[in-house]
């Protein structure tokens, strides 16, 4: 998909729906049920729920999420945050 | 009938070399063994240290049509049980009161990995050899056709604590007069690239080496290897003049029923008190001149502060008196051969006098304020030692030693 002239703010909400809509699919729960001020802790994703998610992630932005940032990811939003940094390094 | 148990003869097999005098003469001088790897391709994984057994050369052991039937698990199995035959000083063809019990977590993984991978990448077939040195018990077996022993004979696969419930039973067996000799410990060779990658993908292999209980600890180092102890009973082993390495006193096992992956310190704790209990023994008693504790000291985040919460839970306002080291920080984690492996250290300890340190330890936690010997072996007289192991899964065994 080309992000090509939308713009930075048009770039993160396709991130964040992306992201969301793995959440939903991993933790088999509806994507309106997820928003970005959720913890894990909040949508019951445990460690190894949140190893096995980022390993989607991984597949789903073709990027690689090394161990110690995997580590500080405890909510949806440091998750795509970690994305857009991880994507904005790949591009660069 | 209850007799004491003592252990007569040990093998082992480890990243230090094939015998249980370089492992010994190695983590008690706190060195560590991890380095890098050469079983896989470099760069093909996001951590490159383990602790391999890289000197392990099977022609010196097995000839050309042996090898061929033994996946290297197998092999070090082999290997481990006649050098704890040959220091128990038994000959072979022990009959039917002879057990052997072994651990193992996963078989003979790189004979899977080749075969698998050989035919997915085209290959119609697969070796007839593959399903033989695939079963977990390739090692057991293996060992009973070499001594003649024909009595009870089986391996136990709990992950990380496979090797102390393989001896945790086979101790029970000789204790209850079920058998008159069991050999018993483990063997794992986890090095296969399919298996490594499945651990990358859990996140829990440090990129640098393995640090129980320092404050910036980064995971555990996968090791291999193999250990087997030859337990009879006390008595017996007295009258035929054995050299006694020890005693193992005591075994306790629970499980968690709590997660697939976190440890819970409720749930090591209970295994450590049936452990004690088994030994006839308290956390009192066991800590009064300084206590041993072989902890199963990971070097993940989540191990090494639920078990100083176990270990203090367990012996409360005893606990400082007690040391406790983590020697996965030398030998590796060596999977189904990890309680092996250390039960042949926290003997030797016992025996010798001297407590194995925790190496590579860099900054205590807050969250393991134990004695953790950190990096130096230091000389102290015990009476008795406690080796854990904690599986994924949440299966906890745990075995209690006790000085001859």
Redesign the interface.
Known sequence: MSEAGTGPGRATGLVDARVIAVIARMQKIPVDSINLDQSFEDLKI???DG?NL??EIENEFGIEI???E??QIGSVRQMTEGIEKLLALKQA | MSRRVAVTGIGVVSAFGDTFGEFWTGIAAGVSAIRPMTLVPPGSLRFANAAEAAGFNPTRHFDDKEILYLDRFAQFAAVAAREAMASARLDAHLGDRAAIVTGCCTGGQSTEDENFHSLYAGNQRVSPVTIPRVMGNAGASRISREFGITGPVYTVSTACSSSNHAIGQAFWMVRSGAVDLALAGGSEAPFSLGFLKSWEAMRVVAPDTCRPFSLDRRGLILGEGAAMLMLEPLEAARARGAQIWGEIAGFGMSSDAHHLTQPLAEGAARAMRAALADAVTTPEVFSRDAGYINAHGTGTTANDATETEAIRGVFDGHAHRLLVSSTKSMHGHALGAAGALEAAATLAALRGGIIPPTANFTAPDPACDLDVVPNHSRAAEVEWGMSNSFAFGGLNAVLVFRRA
């Open positions: 445990d460690s190894l190893i980022m390993f090394p161990d110690e995997a580590k």
